[in-house]
């Protein structure tokens, strides 16, 4: 340790002064390396990879700061700890970056070809990625960049071929002409959970459909008129006795003249519209399930981009919604559509881009969920599953895998794993093999196309716990660290994400991929608002760090967080946090300055301790217990709080001030035992608070008489028993509240700390008058009494401020301590002020006007106004009750 320990400490605590210091120190010195002592048991986590399209939100700062409270923990703990970084290639998110990019620039992806497109997105995956770094480190991750692993890998990209190649020879892959969910901004498709389902204000639209035989028509209603070039049949409930004279017959679909059969079903609702719809098997998912029922043509009246086609006759060219527009206007000149209804109905909408979801007819790749899905139940129920955290998102995860459906995996896009099948073009056979083949595996002809698609991320992103690891290949990290032991993540993802890596972990390795899962919820505004772009609510994370430091950021948003539940931002506790960093740096140099020449091997904790030693010792000893015990619960808001409570209010606000008559005095035993007692508690509670605030404890703690490089890898805390002083903390309880009951007589009272005051204390029983008198030097010290009376026996004086607290009476007498004479008068005055309020406040409520025509929050606010003067009035009548005796 070096000296004059005192002069290196800053006199105010400044985080962007020490945060790159020690971010650079522990990548330096590889704290954070994995693997290094194989005696350690294996601890291990993965990052959920973010994407490579730009820069890390809110969000990801809550998630990656839970993850790092608890792989801190960990690796102080003893564990051999892998915390394993990684990026997602996150294919349409960032292909739509690149491509609006070179837009700007006046060039298309299909300009410059695939391969030269792919050029540039590898150019921009180069810089966030680099930009992503950065931030991880602003953030202070304890991150083992050894082991990074990018979705693109070689390593992963062949794990990702192995399990497409395996799935399809199970058949459980297959190829093959399905309805999807169609991008036509990105013009890809999308599986179902890429879908955001919106309340939209349409119409339903009625149309008469003519038969053929002359005898009438049929009325259908539609949300999408623009469909109907495209409709095969109409089709009617078996049962529904107003059509069943018609089932069997034919009508001519208006414009388009084709004649197209009526047709029963028991899909169709009789409650909805006129009881008969409209079928369009290729673009309507329900209607193409119909279609196969009923052997039914597709046609296709839609392109890629949402224009119609050259099936929609005069309208193709058209985009989808002025096709609308158009043929309603058609419909109601031809007296076809007869009535249109306002309609309230929820439309899907691209996650990715934000376009309107064209249900559409087209050859995808897909995966039988089903068989997968089986398994992963049959783990779960059984009790060998994985365990949720909370609890309920156990019953959201099983819901959606009962009800699974087939996941379509292809995207029409170019960033991202391609599909590992060619197409022969002289036989048409299809090949799915591990290594890229040269001829056809059945007529030997070398005329080899590859599919043009790519996976959808997620299928990769499926298989990030142990293809990270070196899967499928069975390396010594597979070995040691899968399954791992914990994934944090958001709840929004659980579909997504969580339930595709157990069906592929339990279908791949017979494991689960995560032994625990903690759910947390997302960041919102100040007033509870998802963030995003239209409304322009989000928070940078580095703006934040900028401004307060990472560990203000840290500390804010894990203790603000609650298991499972959403966690509103607010400035206001950033700066809270900032200030609690404060009050740690100014309590560390009071101890550090205090310490002169203290060594590490000076510290004794055998000898004499004051009471108050006795109780900070015990009081740290039951905090390590909670904070470890929370922790290990995921409960890191409660850990939070409770750490707070330790090192502000009873640490800083009571141990230090009580450590000053130690300190200050002439016994230099007593002085070396308060200083062993600071620095060992000092030294504890920075290790406690390491995980969540790393910066700020790092650079004390190295400061203090230690032993080791970095706190980092110090040793977490444990509870020791002979710490243990039940006594000692009722005993400074009972000091804490008369010297806290002082203080608040002086402040009521106006009367300042240096003033000295007659005390009376009467104890309830000799035990309290012992305690009393045991630390009369510390009530000395924060009531600064001209005279001190403890007894039993006391007569409490007439006229004195008073307090109770549990094991004795409290008397300060007024004479000497106010003028009675000029606090009357100045209660007095305050008392007619306040009945004039009171009343005027009353009158206001008590107008029936005023509580039907005012805003409720003015009223609210009146309300509040009232009881508030109400309890000041109690409060000032009191106070002339007892000057009057």
Request: with cysteine; proline share 4%; glycine share 6%.
């Amino acid at each position: 340790m070096a000296e004059n320990l005192e002069l290196q400490i800053s006199t105010t605590y400044d985080p962007k002064d020490i945060e790159k210091k020690w971010s650079q120190f522990w990548l330096e010195h590889d704290f954070f390396q994995a693997g290094k002592d194989l005696s350690k048991p294996p601890y291990s986590v993965v990052i959920p990879p973010p994407n490579v399209t730009g820069m890390l939100h809110i969000g990801h700062a809550l998630d990656f700061t839970l993850q790092d409270i608890i792989v801190r923990m960990k690796r102080m703990q003893g564990y051999d700890t892998l915390w394993l970084p990684g990026t997602d290639h996150a294919g349409i998110a960032t292909q739509a970056k690149v491509e609006a990019k070179l837009r700007q620039e006046g060039i298309s992806r299909h300009e410059l070809g695939r391969e030269k497109f792919l050029e540039h997105v590898w150019e921009w995956k180069e810089k966030y990625a680099n930009r992503i770094h950065e931030q991880w480190a602003k953030l202070g991750l304890s991150l083992d960049y050894s082991r990074e692993r990018f979705t693109l890998d070689e390593g992963l990209s062949k794990a990702v071929r192995k399990v497409f190649v395996s799935l399809y020879e199970k058949g459980l892959i297959y190829r093959g002409e399905y309805i999807i969910n169609w991008d036509p901004e990105a013009r890809t498709a999308l599986s179902d959970i890429e879908v955001e389902y919106k309340e939209i204000k349409g119409a339903l639209y009625h149309m008469r459909y003519p038969l053929k035989d002359g005898s009438g028509y049929i009325v259908v209603a539609t949300t999408r008129p623009e469909t109907m070039l495209g409709d095969t049949a109409v089709a009617v409930h078996p049962e529904d006795k107003r059509y069943q004279h018609l089932i069997g017959k034919t009508v001519v679909l208006p414009i388009v003249g084709r004649e197209i059969p009526i047709i029963a079903d028991e899909y169709v609702d009789r409650e909805f519209g006129s009881g008969a719809v409209k079928i369009t098997p290729a673009h309507d998912p329900n209607d193409f399930e119909i279609g196969l029922r009923h052997n039914l043509p597709r046609i296709l009246v839609m392109d890629e981009a949402g224009r119609m086609n050259e099936n929609a006759g005069k309208y193709q060219g058209l985009d989808r919604f002025e096709c609308r527009k158009q043929i309603v206007k058609d419909l109601q000149e031809q007296g076809v559509l007869f009535k249109i209804e306002e309609h309230i109905h929820s439309v899907g909408h691209s996650q990715r881009t934000g376009a309107v979801i064209e249900p559409y007819l087209s050859t995808q790749w897909f995966v039988k969920m089903k068989p997968l899905a089986e398994q992963a139940i049959k783990r779960q129920k059984s009790g060998n599953g994985v365990q949720f955290v909370p609890e309920r998102f156990e019953k959201i995860y099983l819901n959606w895998i009962e009800n699974v459906r087939d996941w379509c995996i292809s995207r029409q896009l170019w960033w991202g794993h391609r599909i590992p099948a060619w197409y022969c073009e002289n036989c048409g056979e299809t090949i799915v093999s591990m290594e890229d083949p040269t001829t056809c595996t059945s007529c030997g002809h070398d005329h080899l196309k590859q599919d043009e698609d790519v996976l959808d991320t997620w299928f990769s992103s499926a298989l990030w716990p142990f293809s990270t690891m070196g899967w499928p290949e069975k390396t010594a990290d597979l070995n040691r660290y899968y399954p791992t032991n914990l994934l944090v993540t958001g709840y929004d993802i659980i579909f997504f994400w969580v339930a595709r890596m157990i069906f592929t972990a339990l279908e791949f390795t017979g494991e689960n991929p995560f032994k625990e899962v903690y759910i947390h919820g997302l960041v919102r505004d100040s007033e509870g608002r998802k963030m995003s772009k239209s409304l322009g609510n989000g928070i940078d994370p580095i703006e934040v760090i900028e401004q307060y430091g990472a560990d203000a950021l840290r500390f804010m948003i894990s203790t603000g967080s609650t298991p499972g539940q959403d966690l509103r931002f607010h400035f206001e506790r950033v700066e809270a946090a900032r200030n609690f960093a404060n009050k740690i740096w100014n309590a560390s140099r009071f101890t550090i300055m205090n310490l002169g020449d203290f060594k590490i091997e000076d510290m004794d904790l055998s000898g004499p301790l004051t009471t108050a030693d006795h109780w900070i010792l015990h009081r740290l000893n039951e905090t390590i217990k909670d904070v470890t015990r929370l922790l290990d619960q995921y409960d890191f808001g409660e850990a939070g709080r409770i750490l707070t409570h330790f090192i502000w209010d009873e640490f800083c606000d009571w141990y230090i001030e009580l450590s000053k008559l130690s300190l200050y005095g002439d016994d230099e035993t007593a002085k070396k035992t308060t200083k062993s007692v600071l620095t060992y508690v000092l030294d504890h509670t920075l290790r406690l608070l390491h995980p969540y605030m790393p910066f700020i404890t790092e650079e004390i703690w190295q400061h203090l008489p230690h032993e080791g490089e970095s706190i980092s890898v110090a040793k977490w805390p444990e509870y020791r028993k002979e710490f243990v002083n039940e006594q000692a903390a009722k005993e400074m309880t009972l000091l804490m509240e008369v010297i806290r009951s002082v203080r608040n007589i002086r402040a009521e009272v106006n009367v300042p700390l240096s003033k000295k005051v007659q005390l009376i204390i009467k104890p309830t029983n000799e035990e309290n008058k012992a305690v009393l008198n045991k630390g009369i030097r510390y009530i000395e010290r924060f009531c600064n009494p001209e005279t001190l009376e403890i007894s039993t026996n006391v007569e409490p004086p007439e006229k004195a401020m008073s307090a109770v607290v549990t094991g004795a009476e409290i008397y300060l007498p007024l004479a000497g301590l106010i003028d009675i004479e000029q606090e009357m008068k100045r209660l007095e005055k305050e008392l007619e002020i306040l009945n004039f309020e009171v009343e005027r406040v009353q009158k206001k409520l008590s107008n029936s006007g005023f509580i039907s025509k005012a805003p409720a929050d003015v009223v609210a606010k009146e309300r509040e106004k009232e009881k508030d003067y109400l309890e000041k009035r109690e409060k000032v009548l009191t106070r002339i009750q007892e000057l009057k005796g």
